[in-house]
């Protein structure tokens, strides 16, 4: 187990974007190469393919798209910094690896206000995203078990993730009851101010953070999640401790952290008053 959350870590950061959902089907032009012949198709679509035209997406009462962790790479759509996904298996993987994909629970703000949840990447694209960071398999490194695991532990740490800013998000429910995440960035190795003041005062560096901006229904607000190791990984697949807040680059991020950190400390005083009385 120790081995699967070490790879989880390295990898927690990639995500890739969606696909055609399985078993969505699409109909080829007379003429056209199978699928997947690129000798035969020279590398281009032929220009009846659909490839080349501009068409309106199906209506669909719950959409999805990606996860929210940044990858790197060059070939990144500039729009959510996402590479093409990659569902095919890679050369000289050791055993076939799932394709599905779960729906978070995150929705995602969209320009038409349709109904849009991030999509998790699939096994398969999680294995081929950890090839892309350099990870090389070898004999009794991962089974398919852990690949698994691996995923589990990520969803579950977005999962949690977005509870954390919902809870913060609670203070302006009056103002929007609909908080989407819009966009996000992963910045492993820019450690936040406040993460450098703890490591200053002896606390361990966070292995990972991400930027989210939430569409607080039309005011963008950026949130800064710092992933500290939380230990071995419990029941529900958890194990990072998350230090969420709002960042502090506007007077309304400030109020509120002011807010929080008074709310606290009122209730740990009436907390220890409570047990002297008693």
């Known amino acids: 187990m120790g081995n699967t959350v070490s790879a989880a870590e390295k990898v927690a950061s990639n995500i890739v974007p969606s696909t055609l959902s399985k078993g969505e089907e699409t109909t080829l032009p007379k003429g056209h190469p199978p699928v997947g012949d690129k000798s035969a198709m020279g590398g281009n679509p032929p220009p009846e393919c659909p490839m080349h035209q501009k068409q309106q997406p199906k209506e669909q009462p719950v959409l999805v798209s990606e996860c ?15 590479p093409p996904a990659n569902q095919n298996p890679a050369p000289g993987q050791p055993f ?6 779960q729906v978070s629970s995150i929705p995602k703000a969209t320009a038409d206000g349709k109904q849009e949840f991030w999509l998790y990447p699939s096994q398969q694209m999680f294995w081929n995203a950890m090839l892309r960071k350099g990870w090389r398999w070898e004999k009794d490194d991962l089974a398919p078990k852990d690949m698994d695991d691996i995923i589990k532990i990520h969803n579950a740490n977005n999962e949690q993730a977005w509870q954390e800013v919902l809870k913060w998000e609670a203070l302006h429910a009056r103002e929007c009851g609909n908080p989407r995440l819009k966009s996000f960035g992963g910045k492993a190795t820019d450690y936040s101010p406040r993460a450098k003041i703890r490591n200053m005062m002896g606390y361990e560096l966070p292995f990972d953070r991400h930027d989210w901006i939430i569409d607080r229904c039309g005011k963008d607000v950026r949130y800064i999640i710092d992933y500290y190791d939380g230990g071995m990984v419990d029941e529900k697949y958890k194990f990072a401790l998350l230090d969420v807040r709002p960042a502090m680059d506007s007077f309304d991020n400030v109020w509120d952290r002011m807010k929080v950190a008074y709310m606290r400390w009122k209730f740990e005083l009436e907390d220890k008053l409570k047990e002297l009385t008693n």
């Open 68 to 82: 929210p962790v940044k990858h790197d790479g060059a070939d990144v759509n500039p729009l959510n910094m996402m």
């Open 96 to 101: 076939p690896l799932p394709t599905e994909r």
